[in-house]
């Protein structure tokens, strides 16, 4: 008698997609660039379909920047507590111009100069370096006590603000490596810094989030906070709308909120995402954001309650 051979079947779950930690909108507005443990991709917008991916040797990916002529994207990452690296490769073809060591850590964040020249890095190394984009003699600052998180290059060139887990936001001479003051108010790790843009009277603004749940809007040449706004859950990112009307929040609730760097008022916009939302993005067209985070998730925010 034939006996028939036993059939097993094994069932294997899916591995969760890794988060979306960093977006970049492309100069001409048509695409998304997103940054994972998977990768970098280009997305289509506004149906976000995967377009391509671009192959980097980076083992992770935590920033992606444009320089202001769209000609260059900056990749920073690395590997965790061996080595940080910076790539700058061509836009809109992808391919590598060169690549930027930067120091034993993780490269964290990315921000370019006016004139696409130099690229101010932020290291888990607790360093700030100033790197020219084409290679060369990079400048290395220790500026913090613990990693530094982000960074921004203020629009004359003249400063850069950098900020990170020891709490503080330090206004940077990258020339010289002075540090003209420190803003010490956030009572935190400070995650992350946006440069309002557009026109607008006074001293150039500068909001901030942290761990402390705190938005904070500064006039950073002057050393003024400004004032600040306390959100349900703590931010994660910061990304102004165009115009600068708002500044937008993602936070670890999954939710994006709008600031109103004037009256402060808060206003939440949904959907948001299931678990962590760790990026957001204006679109250039106004009228939405993409928002992305826990499990590779990414989506368009619409923008119409604030009306930016």
Not at 75 to 81: D, F, R
């Amino acid at each position: 008698m034939l006996l028939a051979p036993s059939l097993t079947i094994l069932l294997l779950a899916a591995a969760p997609s890794p988060p979306i930690i960093a977006l970049a909108i492309t100069p001409n507005g048509a695409q998304v660039v997103t940054a994972s443990q998977a990768g970098v991709q280009i997305h289509s917008l506004p149906d976000l379909a995967i377009k391509r991916s671009l192959a980097t040797d980076l083992v992770q990916v935590h920033d992606l920047a444009f320089s202001p002529d769209g000609k260059l994207l900056a990749i920073a990452g690395g590997s965790p507590a061996e080595q940080g690296r910076v790539e700058v490769r061509q836009w809109p073809d992808a391919t590598l111009k060169t690549t930027l060591a930067a120091g034993g850590d993780l490269a964290y964040r990315l921000a370019w100069n006016a004139d696409n020249s130099q690229l101010a890095i932020a290291g888990g190394d607790r360093k700030v370096r100033i790197a020219p984009a084409s290679g060369g003699e990079t400048k290395t600052y220790e500026c913090h006590s613990a990693a530094v998180l982000s960074t921004a290059w203020l629009p004359a060139d003249d400063l850069v603000l950098s900020a990170g887990i020891d709490q503080s936001i330090r206004v940077l001479e990258p020339a010289t490596g002075n540090i003209r003051r420190s803003l010490d108010n956030h009572t935190a790790a400070v995650r992350d810094l946006a440069i309002r843009p557009g026109k607008h009277d006074g001293p150039v603004m500068v909001a901030s989030c942290g761990a402390d749940r705190t938005v904070r809007f500064w006039q950073p040449t002057i050393g003024r906070l400004v004032r600040f706004v306390r959100l349900p859950s703590p931010p994660t990112a910061l990304a102004w709308t165009p115009s600068g009307s708002h500044v937008l929040a993602a936070c670890e609730d999954g939710k994006l909120r709008a600031v109103d760097p004037q009256t402060i008022e808060v206003q939440h916009l949904g959907p948001g995402l299931d678990g962590v939302a760790y990026a957001v993005a204006a679109l250039r067209d106004r009228r939405g954001a993409v928002l992305a985070g826990a499990g590779g998730q990414l989506r368009i925010v619409p923008l119409d309650a604030i009306k930016p």
